[in-house]
């Protein structure tokens, strides 16, 4: 008991220490904005937020302006406790936030708009400059990420802020095909998207696994294509509409010719091999996709198309055209005997003749093609958008030959990568040998929300709030790069999209006090701060499940970005730093690891009374042997003696074993443990070795290791 009362008084400590950093508005570097503005100037005095908070407005005023406005000022009234008046003051001079507002913008949001905005700050007004409605909604979210507290009361700091986009198409793809997403899933989202200055919903509607748009020309495709799970088109349109008011375009995706088993369902006859077809209930690339050879394909595409050209405003639509292997083509004498007859030599200027036509029907109907990077061919108009999955010298070598592009190649949240690897992921690599002009034709990137392995319950742990470090990549300039006061930030903004409805922060509790079936969840949630969801496709591998099957296990209310993980390895960095007397975090450290080595038999206790908590029990075990390890470490490197090199390699076996993934999980302290057993080995080497030279010697031989377990 007393040793986790220590464990406990050191995580308070360190989350003390957090909080302490995170009120922190005295300087330009300590600021809680996220994404980071183009120009931040910090001056003396703030501008005190009381219950006579008032708003008035100068110059255009319509819809999206006044319901940003009252939106804002509910969002404030939570924050500090207090009702503040509705509507807007009548004397501008005296209103604590004068929005000025120089125009409406576009009508229907586009990759043109203007959404910078000035926003200054005294110790009497707080005044926001726009030259449209949607520069007034992201100088809105700036505002309200500026709002600070202490003992005298709520206040914005006195600041100067000038701020624009260095990206124009800045999005987050949610899937909707292979597991339904509600509307209130999209909608809280939209509202976290908006939160962080993301300006593009892309829709992916159509996949293998689900047909989810209502079509009154062709009901057949949804109604036997969702089992009957689908967004009828009045809820499209709200959709639409919801998104228009936060400044938000909606680009729908129907992916064709491949990944075609939902469109397939209802229309057999369009397939390049007979049916009949079933939804699909597994993830994974599936040979099924339309035949290019055939103009009654072409014929139900128009009249899909232009169905959808007048259901959805944007000027894209996203046709897919990706991952078509070409299979059922390959085996359809029809089909071989049609290339043949037009000289097409492969299945690639197949699919580039299928989007040919495409790309005419959809430019009838004003609408420009987007889609993956399996589209881009040079006989394509250069008014397409290429969206690369294959990274930036892909994007970089199409905007050489002309062509648009944007980048989720880095950006996949639903591969469980930390917020760390996205952020260092730009959309024009500093080596790309771009040109001014085909710099400018890379218009940036989305957060890519594939849903395998997501249900409505788990979508948004998985969205946020990664995605705001990505956000933060498309709309600051590119010198914004430290990693550290990112993390720090993204703790401030997880909070604040709370109120806005994501469950990324409720997500875990709810499914843990499920799998316990007990409010006391402590002890699951210190084993879930040291594990992870697999990283890339391997959950499918480790834990297979279908379209069907409930995603409510442990690997579901695991979350990237483990909460124990970075602090873990900077307690370890600062007591490597600290060589020979290594005492600096020694006291922590023994706290953490005491902790973890303690919690096995009440984790034991807890699967004892709830067989959907066997995935823990590997961990519990694992863990503690962990912590002991680290703790032996710990107390040779205290006390300056040696550990046997029998020692060495049995700790060292045990880690290799622990890093192997169980249910679709992996510990994320492993790097650190590692390092402290290796420092404790490799101790006596100080004597003739520079502690420089030293601590670069733990982490490579530690790195070696790293790299062979993928932990």
């Not at 990759?111 to 007004?125: A, C, D, P, T």
């Not at 088993?261 to 209930?281: D, F, K, M």
Request: charged residues 25%; proline residues 6%; contains cysteine.
């Amino acid at each position: 008991m007393k040793n986790r009362k220590i464990a406990l008084l050191g995580l308070i400590l360190f989350c003390a220490l957090q909080g302490a950093a995170q009120t922190n508005m005295t300087s330009e570097s300590r600021h809680n904005l996220l994404p980071v503005p183009v120009a931040v100037q910090f001056k003396p005095g703030r501008l005190a937020i009381t219950k006579s908070f008032s708003v008035a407005v100068r110059g255009h005023q319509d819809n999206r302006v006044m319901a940003g406005i009252d939106r804002a000022v509910r969002r404030l009234e939570g924050r500090i406790g207090m009702e503040l008046a509705r509507g807007l003051a009548d004397d501008a001079a005296t209103a604590t936030l004068l929005v000025e507002c120089q125009g409406p913008g576009q009508d229907v949001p586009s990759l043109n708009e203007n959404e910078s905005y000035s926003l200054g700050v005294s110790e009497r007004q707080a005044v926001l400059n726009a030259a449209t409605a949607v520069g007034v909604l992201r100088g809105l979210e700036t505002f309200l990420q500026l709002l600070g507290s202490d003992r005298d009361g709520d206040f914005i700091p006195a600041v100067s802020i000038e701020d624009k986009p260095r990206f124009p198409w800045r999005g987050l793809m949610i899937d909707s095909s292979r597991h339904f997403q509600p509307l209130e899933v999209i909608k809280r989202n939209l509202d976290g998207m908006a939160a962080v200055k993301l300006n593009v919903l892309h829709w992916h509607l159509v996949d293998d696994q689900g047909f989810r748009v209502e079509t009154s020309r062709y009901p057949k495709l949804y109604l036997l294509g969702s089992d009957k799970l689908y967004y009828t088109q009045d809820q499209v349109r709200d959709v639409i509409a919801y998104a228009r008011d936060r400044g938000i375009r909606v680009v729908p995706e129907f992916d064709i010719p491949g990944h075609a088993t939902s469109w397939l369902v209802g229309h057999p006859e369009l397939g390049s091999a007979p049916g009949p077809y079933q939804i699909e209930r597994q993830a994974g690339i599936f040979e099924p996709a339309l035949d290019p050879t055939r103009e009654e394909v072409y014929k139900l595409l128009d009249g899909f198309l232009g169905e959808m050209a007048g259901l959805f405003p944007d000027a894209y639509i996203h046709i897919g055209g990706d991952e078509n292997e070409g299979k059922q083509w390959d085996r359809n004498p029809q089909i071989q005997a049609f290339m043949k007859a037009k000289g097409i030599k492969n299945n690639h200027e197949l699919q580039a003749h299928f989007n040919k036509r495409i790309a005419q029907i959809l430019k009838k109907y004003n609408k420009k093609m987007i889609g993956w990077e399996e589209i881009l061919h040079p006989e394509l108009p250069r008014d397409i958008v290429v969206h690369s999955w294959r990274g930036p010298a892909a994007l970089a070598e199409a905007a050489k030959k002309g062509f648009s592009g944007i980048l989720s190649a880095g950006y996949y949240i639903d591969l469980m990568f930390p917020a760390s690897e996205h952020y260092a992921v730009d959309p024009i690599a500093a080596n790309s040998g771009l040109s001014e002009q085909q710099a400018a034709l890379v218009l940036g990137g989305e957060a890519t929300m594939w849903s395998e392995y997501v249900s409505p319950e788990t979508i948004d742990s998985r969205i946020w709030p990664r995605t705001a470090a990505i956000a933060e990549r498309f709309w600051s300039p590119r010198t914004v790069t430290d990693v550290d006061d990112m993390y720090r930030r993204l703790k401030v903004i997880s909070i604040q999209l709370e109120e806005l409805g994501p469950m990324h922060e409720r997500n875990t509790p709810v499914l843990l006090r499920r799998l316990a079936k007990s409010h006391d969840i402590k002890p699951l949630r210190t084993l879930l701060s040291v594990i992870e969801p697999v990283k890339r496709y391997n959950r499918g591998r480790l834990h297979p499940t279908t379209m069907l099957s409930p995603l409510t296990s442990l690997v579901d209310a695991a979350r990237p970005d483990a909460e124990a993980a970075r602090p873990f390895a900077a307690l370890v960095d600062g007591l490597l730093a600290d060589a020979p007397r290594f005492q600096t975090n020694q006291e922590s450290l023994r706290a953490m690891l005491t902790e973890w080595r303690d919690l096995r038999p009440t984790i034991d206790a807890m699967i004892s009374r709830s067989a959907a908590l066997r995935d823990a029990e590997p961990f519990a075990r694992d863990l503690s042997e962990l912590a002991t390890a680290g703790l032996e470490a710990l107390s040779h490197l205290s006390a300056g003696t040696a550990p046997s090199q029998e020692w060495r390699e049995a700790k060292m076996a045990m880690i290799a074993q622990a890093a192997k993934p169980k249910a679709a999980l992996e510990f994320v302290i492993l790097s650190g443990v590692r390092q402290l057993v290796i420092a404790a080995a490799e101790a006596p080497q100080l004597k003739t070795t520079p502690q420089a030279e030293w601590i670069r010697r733990v982490k490579t031989l530690a790195g070696e290791k790293n790299s062979e377990s993928g932990n």
